[in-house]
């Protein structure tokens, strides 16, 4: 089995690039029995399971050809898609997982995160994170009208736009407490969420950052791990 880590690909009818960019992924590594992590902000705004359109549709379509060849699909909640649920999800045998899990490959444990939680600094967006993220609120906000949903998304993304340009860049990154205490019982902690894709070595463990997928370059770095426990951390072109 390949295990293969992505992140921050904030795909959008919009940006047809990011699109192809994940479909061909998805096709590159359809034969090579693949448990597939997204770990967070797939998609750049989720209104809900019931906003159906002829691109998602497609998406579904390639990501049912992927799973029908014996893969798995694992998703984590970001910042942007955390009102993404099991309804879209089971379209094509995907499963949703909690904020943060462990997963042991060869003897190695590994911590899986999107990362906006590592980010305590950002004690603003922080509070909102914990309001927003309320299960019973979320319930609320998916009765509402499609229309409505639509203009909320495009107020809070102009809303953190103008949020970021003020924040100084290191308050936006993760704090060194927040990975240590992540990393307690692991040996890798793997994340995406701060557009800074690296290799950490925090003592003697790993802090990997998966890269935001980039229409205007077309790249992306990714991570691969094999069933032996050889990790590839690579520049994924598209």
């Known amino acids: 089995m390949t295990y293969l880590f992505i992140a921050d690909l904030h795909l959008s009818a ?32 989720w209104i809900g399971d019931d906003n159906t359109t002829p691109w998602l549709e497609h998406i579904v379509e390639q ?19 955390f009102a993404l649920g099991d309804v879209f999800l089971k379209q094509f045998g995907g499963q949703r997982l909690p904020d943060h899990i462990s997963l042991e490959i060869a003897q190695q444990r590994y911590r899986l995160e999107h990362g906006d939680a590592l980010c305590t600094d950002d004690v603003s967006y922080q509070r909102f994170r914990k309001i927003i993220r309320q299960p019973l609120l979320i319930a609320i906000l998916q009765k509402t009208p499609l229309q409505f949903r639509k203009q909320l998304a495009q107020g809070f993304r102009k809303k953190s736009s103008a949020s970021h340009q003020q924040k100084k860049p290191y308050i936006m990154d993760v704090t060194a407490s927040a990975v240590d205490d992540a990393l307690i019982g692991h040996d890798v902690l793997i994340h995406g969420h701060t557009h800074r ?4 070595t925090v003592g003697h463990k790993k802090r990997i950052v ?16 094999t069933e032996s426990g ?4 690579f520049k994924w072109t598209f």
């Open 14 to 45: 919009n940006h047809p690039r990011l699109t192809r960019g994940f479909l061909a992924l998805l096709q590159h590594y359809q034969h090579q029995h693949t448990a597939l992590y997204i770990l967070g902000d797939w998609f750049n705004a």
């Open 63 to 81: 990501l049912n050809v992927f799973t029908a060849a014996n893969n798995q699909v694992y998703f984590q909640v970001g910042n942007r898609d």
């Open 197 to 200: 894709p690296e290799i950490h």
């Open 210 to 225: 998966l890269g935001d997928w980039r229409e205007d370059v077309g790249e992306a770095y990714i991570l691969e791990i």
């Open 230 to 233: 050889q990790q590839h951390y």
